[in-house]
């Protein structure tokens, strides 16, 4: 098994996220693991280059295509040859920093990480797992601002149109409010640990 591990906070040691999100790496039976932190190495936004080169046969490329495209398709190579995604990331206003979005921007790839056929379009990731981080200040899973939340149903839905259903959402809600900050990692390791055995158990049936 091949693990990528996406990391957006750029707050590094003192990240709520990446806290959990490492321990849920070392709970992982995985035998190899590629980092990608999106503070050391931000992407760029999608130019109008790249956009020419997606739409553009591969061996029709111009010079200038190609460099557009080369870290898109690298990040792309990495997504698809992975059969564990973890991402850990902040709720920022309400939704994901730019840099995963930008990280989205470039994985979402037609004929590459999805397709169009004649009976609409079609995902390609179906088999891998994700996993999804996420720190907020305030608690977003019910309560008076769960109707605010549009990171979880917006990354559900967009790797959900990549082909991907095993998704789980681990949240490290409250960190900024007096009732739920202090147990705040410790629930979210909890559910790291109760989410690790289910797998575990899963792939025990069907060995």
């Not at 709970?27 to 553009?56: Q, R």
């Not at 200040?137 to 979880?152: C, R, Y």
């Amino acid at each position: 098994m091949k693990l990528l591990y996406i990391q957006a906070s750029p707050n590094k040691e003192k990240s709520s996220s990446r806290q959990v999100a490492n321990y849920l790496v070392s709970k992982l039976n995985v035998a190899s693991s590629k980092i990608l932190d999106l503070e050391a190495h931000p992407l760029p936004h999608i130019n109008s280059m790249a956009i020419s080169a997606f739409f553009t046969p591969p061996e029709t490329h111009s010079p200038e295509q190609k460099v557009a495209i080369k870290l898109s398709d690298e990040k792309v190579d990495e997504l698809l040859s992975s059969d564990i995604v973890v991402i850990s990331t902040p709720m920022w206003n309400f939704g994901v920093p730019s840099v995963l979005k930008a990280w989205f921007d470039h994985i979402s790839r037609a004929g590459k990480t999805f397709k169009y056929t004649s009976e609409g379009l079609k995902g390609l990731l179906e088999g891998k797992k994700v996993f999804v981080v996420v720190s907020s200040g305030s608690v977003f899973s019910e309560g008076p601002f769960a109707s605010m939340d549009q990171l979880g149903p917006w990354i559900r839905t967009t790797f959900n149109f990549l082909g991907v259903s095993d998704l789980e959402i681990i949240r490290v809600e409250g960190t900024n409010t007096f009732e739920a900050a202090a147990t705040a990692i410790a629930k979210a390791k909890a559910r790291v640990d109760q989410l690790v055995l289910n797998q575990t158990l899963k792939e025990e049936s069907h060995a």
